[in-house]
């Protein structure tokens, strides 16, 4: 990497350019260095002027090119950084940063379908790192274009060509539990994990979409399986006690959540059972309303509620309001427990 004397010797010849006081020759590195310097200290002026320069100077640079659009864009400079980002392309298709940043000018000009076009247009021209770049970026646009579905895709995609890329694992997780799809996500992981037995983000995610479908004994597994990966990768050490906890936590969550889910099935069960009781109640209910406005009108109506009412508050022979027949034990030791009828 040059030296700090290097790039000073460089800065010290491109202002002798600028002023018009120097003879000497920069080459096409040069300029990118400087520039970069420039931009590392953001000193977005001086970095355009050099730029500038350097197209000047090296018109068929894509290498230039592609950086002057760069600071047209983060100088909001948009359409023009498009018109910099084509000559660029002319000269070198296979220059992914040109299509990265002309994504973010068409974001910035609120033109997503533009930008999802070109990404889906160019990523099959591109392989391995490059294509999981331009996947990224397509996953990022459609976040941007609430296209919620097709980034769960995207990712999907990702893990096809790299099963072990942490990033899409870690975002793969969010978007199963935000679209839905969990089985999906159980099947890839259930690939993942055939193939990379130790790859314990896989068992996480695949734990979280087991969750995800209610099935907790199939999510305390998979969990149970990543604490051991853990453990064995601690014991060799690449692990540290921070990831072991953090998995025994997320197992630790899932019991809770087993249990939870159990006592509020059981209470669902009570609760509909007291609804249906309330249904079946509530015609009764509202039948009796009717019988009793009834009353007002119809005389015979009264009369016949009045006897009912009558012989439905009057004790039996035993003195007792209501005499229960039931082969139950459970039942004829409730009544055994129950005071004596009161007698008047």
Not at 183 to 197: A, V, Y
Not at 249 to 263: E, F, M, R, S, V
Request: aromatic share 12%.
């Amino acid at each position: 990497m040059p030296d700090n004397d290097d790039i000073q010797d460089l800065l010290k010849a491109f202002e002798r350019l600028c002023a018009g006081r120097g003879n000497g020759f920069l080459s096409e590195e040069s300029f990118e260095r400087i520039i970069d310097h420039f931009d590392d200290i953001n000193s977005l002026s001086k970095a355009m002027e050099a730029a500038e320069m350097g197209v000047l100077q090296y018109p068929y640079s894509c290498t230039l090119l592609v950086k002057k659009a760069d600071l047209l864009i983060a100088n909001r400079q948009y359409k023009r950084a498009l018109v910099v980002l084509d000559k660029a392309e002319i000269l070198d298709r296979n220059d992914i940063d040109i299509y990265v940043l002309r994504t973010d000018a068409y974001l910035a000009l609120d033109m997503q379908d533009k930008a999802v076009a070109l990404l889906e247009d160019v990523i099959s021209q591109f392989d391995g790192e490059e294509r999981i770049d331009l996947l990224f970026e397509l996953a990022d646009v459609y976040d941007d274009y609430e296209a919620f579905e097709k980034i769960f895709d995207c990712l999907k995609l990702i893990l096809d060509y790299d099963p072990n890329n942490e990033e899409a694992l870690y975002k793969i997780c969010f978007w199963t539990d935000f679209t839905g799809r969990s089985e999906e996500s159980i099947r890839l992981h259930l690939k993942i994990i055939e193939d990379f037995p130790y790859n314990d983000l896989a068992w996480f995610n695949l734990a979280a979409a087991y969750q995800g479908l209610r099935l907790f004994e199939k999510s305390i597994e998979a969990s149970e399986q990543r604490v051991a990966i853990v453990k064995t990768r601690q014991e060799i050490g690449v692990a540290n006690q921070a990831d072991l906890l953090q998995s025994s936590l997320d197992l630790n969550a899932l019991l809770q959540a087993k249990q939870t889910q159990y006592i509020a099935d059981k209470w669902s069960k009570l609760d509909m059972s007291l609804y249906n009781q309330s249904v079946y109640y509530e015609p009764n209910r509202m039948s009796a309303y009717y019988d009793y406005e009834s009353m007002e009108f119809t005389p015979e109506i009264s009369a016949a509620l009045d006897i009912y009412a009558e012989e439905s508050t009057t004790l039996s022979e035993k003195g007792e309001l209501i005499t229960i027949f039931s082969e139950s034990s459970r039942v004829t030791r409730w009544k055994r427990c129950c005071p004596e009828p009161v007698t008047r």
